[in-house]
């Protein structure tokens, strides 16, 4: 059996390493991962601030190369450049989406204020996931934030539309990617 080509340097419990996470196995990507918190001697080793999550691509082209990647935007436009299918663009012109853009727009957004929920809303859909109908990058790095607020006391405050994101979510992990 060969070795997976990735390994993430990051705890489960943080919502930008479950984002990736996620995303690597929705692409049937395997990954080992290496479980620290942030500001761990093992979170600096791997990254400038001692954030997580890093991604350490082990191979490119056949050459052992131990990349470290980080920031979690640059992380999910490299694991869409090798694994394109199945894709998780928006498409434009399809729910809300105009341009495709606007999903990293969000997901920017996401990362530098995640606690204004009710800011994040007013850019959403109405039916379902982020963009629509159809499930798509953005909720990648959403559902970690909602799953996290779901389990503690604030959780009561979610909107019927976040819940109801929050359900979506639920029927994606119950059905093979
Ligand atoms: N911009 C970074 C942010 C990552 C981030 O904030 N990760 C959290 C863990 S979920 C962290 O390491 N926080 C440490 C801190 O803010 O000092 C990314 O997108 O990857």
Known sequence: MTSPFYT????????FTRAIALRLTRKGMPFTQVRCVPHSN??????P???LP??????????TINLM?????????YIDKVAPEPSLHISPG????????????????LSR???LLGKMEELMA???YVFGSKLSLPDFFLFPLLADLKAIPEGELLSPKMLNCMEERNKMEARPP
């Open 54 to 63: 890093t991604l350490i691509i082990h191979g490119i082209d056949g050459k």
């Open 94 to 109: 399809r729910g809300k989406a105009i341009i495709e853009e606007q999903m990293w727009e969000f997901v920017s957004l």
């Open 113 to 115: 204020k995640g606690s």
């Open 69 to 77: 990647l980080r920031e979690s935007i640059a992380i999910a436009r």
């Open 8 to 15: 993430i340097i990051g705890t489960p419990f943080s919502t």
């Open 126 to 128: 109405n039916e379902g």
């Open 42 to 47: 093992t979170a600096y080793d791997n990254h």
């Open 49 to 51: 601030f001692g954030f």
